[in-house]
């Protein structure tokens, strides 16, 4: 995010006139204030945010999108009351709205003091620059209460991060009841269309869209988790300019992981506002004297390319300004994971014989998955006991250990930190340790609890148990695994009213152990998997290097999932394993070469059972471990085209994935099923340098084009024929410039 601005903030400061300060280049941020009219400007990418004071001190949004010139003025509106049931107060577009005075539209913040008053009006106070951003204070008009509201911009993409801190600096504590990041607002339109991904258990990240009118749409988890039903991201394109390629699209998305809540509201003038952040279903935190809260980051962003260019934005932001090893995170090794081939049942032998296959084929990370810890022989008991079952494994995992490394691969294990079964030495020794009410019923999940992280004994002990794991074995990757959702999230310890807190202190605490792992075991990766993808979002992404998309493993499936997911997050991080056919989830049967192509098309893994692979399947995953990695860095650091989607309803869907210098490209194209003997289009590419001439091959075939060095225009213009006939039928060329 460096630009100008940390340069130029003397001399911009307080001038009067954008003009003062002239952009160097479109590449670079600048945050700017206008002393005269009092408008706050950030300009990064290709994308202009800006909102301005009012003369009575009302923070108003005034424009969010594509870039405008460095002389452009910007006013803070000036809105009426259109009637006595619509005033001005509600209707004005503010950056930050409180419960107080007349609003009726969703507020950013509600509170409540001691003495039964729950009306908060904020007014402008300051602002002072602040890292690479700003930070904007505001105030309530008679309490001592304190909003600051903090501002960044990133270069490269435009994305604006967004989240508060709300301040008690009065001396009696303040009951916070809604706490949200961000609001964003757009401007009056009637054809916006909006964009999420719902989802369930083995069918996450299916992207829904409806017409925006005027109403609420509520996106949310009460879960105490990101959730597999919903996912903290949005977008809002305009049904008639926007489309995949082309057209305005804003987007947003959390980072936090814990329960969440975007409200999308349009009032009957068409006035859209986003809202988002900490979910205020049965939350509550008393906030002390001089006690502060931050809210999770509410990024934003603008692309005028359609749903493509706006994720193709979000996914160079997650690479460069989020993900760990942030600008440039290290890329996923092939994976073998041993859930599928093995269950509960491992055992030291039966690991080191699938290292030894896994070795074989390429594998360049070898996880042991579940069952290999306390008395875990089944999901009935075991969570809790962060030690080797001695039956399993009688000399530690030393031997497997060893074995793996000697093979070549990293060895990763799985662990599910957060969780207890009752059936285990540390529910025995600390009952009160899991999330539940007073003499009410514990509600079990997969037999398990949920231990307490939000209390500090809790999580150190969880801390100290991993830790341990670490230090006395050599561990390169967790799984951090998570498979139930809160329910009765009570913290009986506390009085009444600091109980409901511990939605946001146990994912404080849950960021605590991650962060601390990982600055005490440098060179540690983790992977976020929830049953699944039930903990994807911006705030686990900035700890963890990978996530595990889905539990359904089939590759058909899995386009429609893997489709919805890059949507909102990079392939860099979604991983997709080769398992065996039939597949466990619907029992439908895909070719190898279907099942590689596939799972190819973001993080690869492979969860089968390798023991009973023939040899001739042997060599075939060799071949497709090896053309993968020619192509990882194009696929986990390239622009990704969904050129057709599974979704549409087409026989056909393809993928590209276009090298950041273009010099490389693979296009991954897959036939459901054949209903008739037409001919397929070509598939027309995008993303190529017009004038470099790119060589087509198969990625794991002879056969070629009959004219295999075409330029880019050609191939984008005239596109490349893809015969496929039959069922479930895959496809992967990859184009590469011609030397
Ligand atoms: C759920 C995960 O998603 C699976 O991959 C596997 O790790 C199991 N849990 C193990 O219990």
């Known amino acids: 995010m460096k630009g100008v601005r940390g340069m130029s903030w003397a001399v911009v400061k307080v001038v009067a006139g954008f003009a003062a300060a002239a952009l160097a280049s479109p590449a670079l941020s600048e945050t700017r204030y206008d002393a005269a009219t009092r408008v706050f ?30 002389s452009d003025t ?33 507020p950013a913040f509600k509170i409540a003091w001691p003495d039964g008053v729950r009306d908060a009006v904020l007014r402008y106070r300051s602002f002072k620059p602040e890292g690479d951003g700003l930070a904007i204070e505001l105030a309530d008009t008679r309490r001592p209460i304190r909003v600051t509201l903090h501002y960044t911009i990133d270069t490269a993409t435009g994305v604006v991060g967004r989240w508060a801190t709300i301040s008690n600096d009065g001396s009696t504590p303040i009951r916070i009841d809604q706490a949200f990041s961000a609001a964003w607002s ?4 009637h054809d916006y269309r909006l964009h999420y991904l719902t989802g369930q258990w083995a069918a996450e990240w299916m992207l829904q869209e409806r017409p925006i009118t005027p109403g609420s749409t509520v ?3 009460r879960r105490g988790i990101t959730s597999h039903q919903a996912s903290p ?40 506002r986003v809202t988002g952040g900490l979910n205020p279903f049965d939350f509550s935190l008393r906030l002390q004297p001089r006690q502060s809260l931050d809210t999770p980051v509410f990024y934003g962003g603008y692309s005028d390319g359609g749903m493509g260019g706006a994720s193709r934005l979000l996914h160079r932001f997650e690479l460069a300004r989020v993900l760990p090893g942030r600008p440039e995170p290290p890329l996923r090794p092939v994976l073998y994971d041993s859930w599928e081939a093995t269950g509960f049942a491992v055992d030291a032998t039966k690991q080191i014989a699938l290292a030894e296959r896994a070795a074989r084929v390429g594998v360049e990370r070898f996880v042991m998955d579940d069952g290999w810890f306390g008395q875990r022989n089944s999901d009935r008991a075991g969570l809790g006991d962060w030690v080797v079952n001695d039956q399993k494994f009688p000399h530690g995992l030393a031997p497997l250990i060893n074995r793996v490394h000697e093979l070549g691969m990293d060895f990763g294990l799985w662990v599910e930190p957060e969780m207890v079964s009752p059936d285990s030495d540390l529910y025995r020794a600390h009952p009160d340790w899991v999330l539940g009410m007073a003499g009410r019923q514990r509600t079990e999940e997969r037999h398990q609890l949920v231990l307490n992280l939000a209390r500090t004994d809790v999580r150190d002990h969880v801390y100290k148990a991993l830790d341990d794991l670490l230090n006395q074995n050599s561990i390169q990757f967790l799984k951090w695994d998570n498979n139930r959702d809160w329910a009765e999230a009570g913290w009986p310890e506390l009085a009444p009213e ?102 190819m098309q973001g993080g690869l893994g492979v969860g089968a059972d390798l023991g009973k692979w023939t040899d001739a399947e042997m060599a075939e995953a060799g071949r497709y471990v090896s053309a993968y990695k020619q192509v990882r860095r194009t696929v986990q650091r390239g622009d990704l085209y969904r050129l057709v989607s599974p979704r549409a309803g087409s ?37 190529l340098d017009p004038a470099a001439r790119y060589r087509v091959r198969a990625i794991d ?33 990859i184009f590469e410039v011609a030397k």
């Not at 991201?233 to 936090?256: H, M, N």
């Not at 409200?263 to 003038?269: K, T, W």
């Not at 039939?582 to 590689?596: D, H, K």
């Open 219 to 221: 996106i949310e988890s």
């Open 186 to 189: 757009l401007p009056v339109a």
């Open 651 to 687: 026989e056909r869907s393809a993928t590209f994935y276009v090298a950041r210098d273009r010099q490389q490209a693979v296009l991954f194209t897959f036939l459901h099923s054949s209903t008739k003997f037409d001919k397929q289009p070509a598939i027309t590419v995008r993303g």
């Open 233 to 272: 991201w949005f977008a809002i394109d305009r049904a008639g300019l926007s489309g995949e390629e082309s057209g305005p699209v804003w987007f947003g998305a959390l980072g936090w992981s814990g329960s969440w809540r975007i409200s999308i509201d349009q009032n009957p003038r068409g006035d859209i």
């Open 74 to 106: 910007l006013a803070v509106p000036v809105l009426d009351d259109i009637s006595t049931t619509d005033p001005a107060s509600s209707i004005d577009a503010q950056e930050f709205a409180s419960w107080g005075g007349a609003i009726y539209t969703e």
């Open 498 to 599: 600091d109980q409901q807190a511990v939605y946001v202190k146990y994912i404080r605490n849950l960021y605590w152990i991650i962060d601390q792992l990982r600055t005490h075991h440098p060179g540690l990766e983790i992977e976020s998997c929830a049953g699944g993808g039930g903990r994807v979002d911006l705030g686990v992404l900035q700890r963890t290097d990978e996530v595990w998309t889905s539990d359904n493993t089939d590759p058909f499936d899995r386009l429609t999932i893997q489709d919805g997911f890059t949507h909102a997050f990079t392939p860099a991080v979604m991983m997709a394993w080769v398992t065996d056919s039939p597949n466990w989830a619907n029992n439908r049967s895909t070719s190898l070469r279907y099942r590689f192509l596939s799972a």
């Open 701 to 733: 075939r002879p056969a070629v084009a009959a004219n295999p060095v075409q330029s880019g225009a050609y191939w984008m213009a005239n596109g490349i024929d893809i015969p496929l006939t039959g069922d479930f039928q895959a496809d992967a060329r």
């Open 41 to 70: 400007r950030l300009d990064g990418g290709g994308v202009t945010y800006a909102f301005g004071v009012s003369t009575t001190g009302v923070l108003k949004s005034i424009y969010w999108g594509p870039r405008l010139a460095s």
